[in-house]
Nanobody, 115 residues
Framework: QVQLVESGGGLVQAGGSLRLSCAAS????????MGWYRQAPGKQRELVAR???????IYADSVKGRFTISRDNAKNTVNLQMNSLEPEDTAVYYC?????????WGQGTQVTVSS
């Protein structure tokens, strides 16, 4: 059993910043890719950013230059620093991790950006 606990969501004005954190616990076996996805109302879930065990990162074009993903392998955590937030960033953000035992999702945290 693997648990992913997200924190850091909330309401912010356009141009502001938020930092999301996700802590993995339970039967952790070699965390491979860790990432963040988001789902806005009426839209499909989409990749925001992900980071491999070696630190290689991938970002959605819409967040490049504004968001930064990082991970702490000793603490089994992944973070998403979100700057210059836009109303279009409003969504539920989900933590995701890949391990040899499978793919796991957090419960999601709401991010709302007001104009």
């Amino acid at each position: 059993q693997v648990q992913l606990v997200e924190s850091g969501g909330g309401l912010v004005q356009a141009g502001g910043s938020l930092r999301l954190s996700c802590a993995a616990s339970g039967s952790i076996v070699s965390l491979n890719v860790m990432g963040w996805y988001r789902q806005a109302p009426g839209k499909q879930r989409e990749l925001v950013a992900r980071i491999g065990s070696g630190g290689i990162t991938i970002y959605a074009d819409s967040v490049k230059g504004r968001f930064t993903i990082s991970r702490d392998n000793a603490k089994n955590t992944v973070n998403l620093q979100m700057n210059s937030l836009e109303p279009e960033d409003t969504a539920v953000y989900y933590c995701n991790v890949w391990m040899v035992t499978g793919n796991y999702w957090g419960q999601g945290t709401q991010v709302t950006v007001s104009s």
